[in-house]
């Protein structure tokens, strides 16, 4: 009974604030949050649906979602929540105009909100809480869960009817789903916004190793064309994930491994660069392989003719009809002393960097690209989930007047596609042959019966393995362990952790690691032990 107040006290207060108005996200058509919901925990199947329990190990969880083609995570409201300038349906902020204002692009997504109930605070939750018949760990979005909840960026109802679009008031542009007509261009139902893009939803841990992602549609409108509102999102039409218990769709949704490619290399005996091979597995898209077919869409020219509602044919709004759902990037940065560049930017590694993926590619499929990099680089493989940008958003100074007006365009044509929705995977560390010479000790400490040794090198070439040694304060010496090389002689680096029982250390104080056959050492480090349990103090005897 107690959880069941606390869930309706919360409900009650989300309530309050968006029938204020003053802190309702930028929804141009919707007066409550309820108008805009994301249905999980209940759905109008009646079958729920929930997140599966993250793997074992795995960190806290975090939640972000956003509408395809116009998400764009970095960048939040300026205005706190104030939402002292409507968006126009498109996540673009027009502001004061200047000769230096391009424009702000928040996007459609859910801003700063995260995991955890709906509070109508700035750093509040999604409502994602835990799901009563999924069982400990799983997770879904309850009833707070809305487009209209308090400091989301932007909102689902997208505005289709600028002229740039070929479109004016309450006249169809041709862009939009067809909701109860059955001819193109004759009798679409079109207020000044509309709901009728997929929106994608991406939980990721603290461990960084794993994720879950799910796309879906919004509802139907049932042909009615008095219905300016849909009902919402339904996760319940899921259904190519885990099986529900409960019978019905398939809408459970998988925790995956993030993509961590096989990586192999060559290098080039002219410029000493790396030419690296990487191959992986692809993800598991889940989805409710929706349709919502729009045979008279246009082509737009700005986004390289492509629909700015789905891919040329057949055009659409469903999940089905987008263009990608997702892509992976080969990123790279330099190296700085003995790591990557705290303060350099993840760039593209160049031609070949880019692998797409299609809605119909199957999980698990082989994946491979190759790219050539410098030494003394940083690369891991990102895994971006929703729509590729066609175009970046301009500020190109002077031209503030120029830009301000295409970046909205672009932005109202969803041509800057999805921002930040990415996992990556482990970065590998391709060093020249001088910071190659040595393995860098990073750990040694003491956890209960073993101790843990964890170290790296940046570039292995004529290594066979690694011999752990331990040293006493009187400077004996003994190697306690011997590790193969994991890369030998690629030029690539790797990352070691190597478990050894307490007993062999024999009142030995620190240890450092030797490569061999070489005999070049990583410089000796203390053992440390664990700290004691927060809240208590470690007696002496």
């Keep these: 009974m107690r959880g069941s107040l606390k869930i309706l006290a919360i409900v009650v207060a989300v309530g309050l ?4 108005g003053e802190l309702l996200a930028n929804c141009n058509e919707a007066s409550t949050p309820a108008n805009y919901p994301v249905r999980q925990c209940i759905t109008a199947a009646g079958t729920p649906s929930w997140f599966a329990a993250p793997p074992v190990g795995s960190g806290p969880v975090s939640a972000t979602w956003w509408t395809l083609g116009f998400g764009n995570r ?42 955890g109930v709906a509070t109508g605070a700035p750093d509040g939750g999604l409502d994602l809480i835990p799901s009563a018949p999924g069982g400990p760990g799983t997770l879904c979005f309850s009833f707070g869960a809305s487009w209209g ?47 009728d893009s997929p929106m994608g939803v991406l939980l990721t841990e603290g461990s960084n190793k794993n994720f879950a992602a799910a796309f879906f549609q919004s509802t139907t409108r049932n042909a009615s064309p008095d219905d300016i509102f849909d009902r919402g999102w339904d996760m319940g039409a899921i259904d190519n994930g885990l099986p529900n218990p409960s019978g019905g769709n398939d809408n459970i949704i998988p925790w995956q491994a993030i993509p961590d490619p096989n990586v192999s290399a060559v290098i080039d005996p002219g410029d000493q660069s790396r030419m690296l091979s990487l191959s992986w597995s692809h993800i598991k898209l889940v989805h409710d392989a929706s349709n919502r077919l729009n045979p008279g869409a246009t082509l737009d020219a700005a986004a390289n003719n492509r629909h700015v509602l789905g891919t040329p044919a057949p055009a659409g709004v469903g999940v089905m009809e987008q263009p990608e759902l997702c892509s992976y990037l080969v990123e790279m940065k330099p ?96 060093g020249e042959a001088f910071l190659s010479a040595k393995p860098v000790l990073r750990k040694a400490t003491i956890a209960q019966k073993n101790l843990v040794v964890e170290f790296e090198t940046l570039g292995e070439f004529e290594a066979q ?71 208590r103090e470690t007696k002496r005897r």
């Excluded at 199957?362 to 050539?372: E, H, M, Q, R």
């Design 17 to 20: 604030v968006g029938v204020s």
């Design 74 to 115: 970095p960048v939040v409201d300026p205005s706190a929540g104030a939402n002292v300038e409507p968006t126009g349906g498109s996540g673009f902020i027009t502001g004061a105009i200047s000769a230096t204002n391009h424009g702000t692009w928040i996007g459609n997504d859910s801003g700063n909100l995260t995991a």
């Design 335 to 430: 190296i700085v002393g003995l790591d990557c560049d705290a303060n350099a930017p993840w760039v593209s590694a160049g031609a070949g960097a880019a692998v797409p993926c299609s809605t119909g590619l199957a999980a698990g499929a082989p994946l491979s690209t190759n790219v050539d990099v410098a030494p003394n680089t940083c690369v891991r493989l990102t895994t971006r989930l929703g729509r590729t940008p066609t175009v970046a958003f301009r500020t190109t100074a002077g031209q503030a007047a120029t830009n301000r007006v295409q970046n909205r365009l672009d932005a109202e044509a969803g041509n800057f596609g999805d921002v930040g929705y990415q996992v990556s995977g482990t970065v590998r560390k391709i």
């Design 149 to 195: 909840l308090p400091f989301v960026d932007g909102c689902a109802d997208l505005n289709r009817t600028y002229s740039a679009l070929g479109g004016a008031g309450q006249v169809s542009d041709n862009y939009l789903n067809i909701y109860w007509s059955g001819q193109p261009g004759v009798d679409f139902y079109t207020p000044y916004t509309l709901v």
């Design 465 to 535: 393995s690694f011999d752990i040694v331990a040293k006493d304060r009187k400077g004996n010496t003994t190697v306690i362990a011997t590790v193969e090389c994991s890369q030998c002689s690629s030029g690539i680096g790797a990352q070691y952790r190597v478990d050894v029982p307490v007993s062999t250390l024999r009142g030995a104080s620190s240890v450092y690691v030797v490569m061999q056959p070489a005999g070049t050492a990583s410089e000796s480090i203390d053992i440390t032990r664990e700290g004691p349990t927060p809240g």
